[in-house]
């Protein structure tokens, strides 16, 4: 018996209980992986970006993810392309491929950050990179490595 396209595809429910998803540390910064991308066939990936004040990502651009973006709590300076605007709970934001980005908390709590990445594959960057900081300090030439593994490029 063939095993139709529609049958292969199948997409599970996920359901993510607040708070929860695998808690990756990066660099002092907690993040929650809410739904990877091997639950979604690869189509799109969920992480939570847990940001103490004075810290963010630096600014970068992806080759192939697109990332739709909505600040849960917090408030965020972005940079997108050649603007800089001020981010507080409930902006959402579409961060297309090509297009430099990133972010710092200048709020005095924590900001909570949820990205939807697609395709998710991206997810992985995650996880490799939290590796690499639970073995340490991890060097330049690491972070250099993983970057082009993933094509995003920091500027």
Not at 63 to 76: N, S
Not at 85 to 112: C, E, Q
Not at 134 to 144: H, L, V
Request: charge should be negative; glycine fraction near 10%; hydrophobic fraction near 35%.
């Amino acid at each position: 018996m063939q095993t139709s396209t529609v049958e292969k595809s199948h997409q599970e429910p996920v359901v993510v209980p607040p708070g929860s998803g695998e808690q990756l540390n990066i660099a002092g910064s907690k993040t929650l992986h809410k739904i990877k991308s091997s639950a979604t066939n690869g189509v799109f990936s969920v992480m939570e970006f847990v940001t103490p004040p004075g810290k963010g990502v630096a600014l970068h651009v992806h080759e192939r993810e697109d990332e739709l973006v909505y600040l849960l709590e917090g408030e965020l300076e972005v940079t997108l392309g050649d603007q800089k605007m001020k981010a507080v709970p409930g902006v959402m934001a579409l961060l297309p491929r090509g297009i430099p980005h990133g972010f710092t908390n200048i709020g005095n709590k924590p900001s909570r950050l949820l990205d939807t990445i697609l395709p998710g594959q991206f997810d992985n960057y995650f996880v490799e990179l939290a590796a690499l900081y639970a073995a340490g300090e991890p060097s330049e030439e690491q972070i250099d490595a993983l970057s082009r593994k993933y094509r995003i490029r920091y500027l």
